[in-house]
């Protein structure tokens, strides 16, 4: 089993930032994945950013030049920055981890973006 336990979040205005970060626990020894997903009010849950044990990266592309992700694997973290944020970026985030056969999802932080 993994264990997700997310930080950060909060709400902020237009144009501003906030940091996630998600510390992993259990057995991270099979993790070969861990980003975040986010679900909006009346939206199915999608991809923001991804990052691989091998340092590949995907991001969605509504994210793209503002937001950054980054892993520490000697802490067992995976740490979302976002800038400039918008308030479409509104959403509960939820921190992920892949093994070959299993997902497991953090239980969710919320980020608000409004004036």
């Known amino acids: 089993q993994v264990r997700l336990v997310e930080s950060g979040g909060g709400l902020v205005q237009p144009g501003g930032s906030l940091r996630l970060s998600c510390a992993a626990s259990?057995?991270?020894?099979?993790?070969?994945?861990m980003g975040w997903y986010r679900q909006a009010p009346g939206k199915q849950r999608e991809l923001v950013a991804l990052i691989t044990s091998g340092g590949m990266i995907n991001y969605a592309d509504s994210v793209k030049g503002r937001f950054t992700i980054s892993r520490d694997d000697a802490k067992n973290t995976v740490t979302l920055q976002m800038n400039s944020l918008k308030p479409e970026d509104t959403a509960v985030y939820y921190c992920?981890?892949?093994?070959?056969?299993?997902?497991?999802w953090g239980q969710g932080t919320q980020v608000t973006v409004s004036s």
């Open positions: 992920n981890a892949k093994s070959r056969s299993l997902a497991y």
């Open positions: 259990g057995t991270i020894f099979s993790i070969y994945a």
